[in-house]
């Protein structure tokens, strides 16, 4: 069983970092895009980062660049996001993901929390 | 980017009845090898979104077959057959070909 389990998120204040943990089993973590979403409360779903599986290659969306960085460890099968210079637009969900447009396996975590206010 | 449009926004079905969700891109959702990569999925209230559909009309393993869907270039569609109870929660298209990849707003189906 494929498991995609995030820790990390909690509280914290205009212009402060977090950093976004996800913790893999159950899937060839090594050869897997790997992706961040994230969702406002009670808003729809937003792509933030992709990395590729041997994380030569990153891509970011506009709001987030610059301020985020998505990493991994193959070693460890685990996929971060530093997030820098946090804005109160950032509150939101954040899914560690493995989307597929194909017919593997697409995979969400329970999503961890980040909320920015003052 | 790529805007991904959903109507309706919100869907009252009856339970036993069909139902229906048109998603359209801005853009065509065909890769140049010929394939279109558009998603579709379900969030049921509290949960993590599930995918249902992949590559326009490919039902993911354990979904029933009163899910299809179907289209092309930049118009399609999510239907079910008879619409029940464990079916309520918000449906999410997604395309898939374009960077940043996008999510339709959400269509809420509830039972009337």
């Known amino acids: 069983e494929v498991q995609l389990v995030e820790s990390g998120g909690g509280l914290v204040q205009p212009g402060g970092s977090l950093r976004l943990s996800c913790a893999a089993s159950?899937?060839?973590?090594?050869?897997?895009?790997m992706n961040w979403i994230r969702q406002a409360p009670g808003k729809g779903l937003e792509w933030v980062a992709n990395?590729?599986?041997?994380?030569?290659?990153?891509y970011y969306v506009d709001s987030v660049k610059g301020r985020f960085t998505i990493s991994r460890d193959n070693a460890k099968d685990s996929l971060f996001l530093q997030m820098n210079s946090l804005r109160i637009e950032d509150t939101a969900v954040y899914y560690c993901?493995?989307?597929?447009?194909?017919?593997?396996?697409?995979?969400w975590g329970q999503g961890t929390l980040v909320t920015v206010s003052s | 980017d790529v805007v991904m449009t959903q109507s309706p926004l919100s869907l009252p079905v009856t339970l036993g009845q069909p139902a229906s969700i048109s998603c359209r891109s801005s853009?065509?959702?065909?890769?140049?090898?010929?394939?279109?990569?558009l998603n579709w999925y379900r969030q049921r209230p509290g949960q993590s979104p599930r995918r249902l559909i992949y590559g326009v009309s490919y039902r993911d393993s354990g979904v029933p077959d009163r899910f299809s869907g179907s289209g092309s270039g930049t118009d399609f569609t999510l239907k079910i057959s008879r619409v029940e109870a464990d079916d309520v929660g918000t449906y999410y298209c997604m395309q898939g070909p374009h960077w940043p990849h996008t999510f339709g707003q959400g269509t809420k189906l509830e039972i009337k």
């Open positions: 993901t493995k989307v597929s447009l194909g017919s593997d396996g697409d995979y």
């Open positions: 159950g899937l060839t973590f090594s050869t897997s895009w």
């Open positions: 990395i590729k599986p041997d994380g030569s290659g990153t």
């Open positions: 853009q065509s959702l065909m890769s140049s090898d010929g394939n279109t990569f």
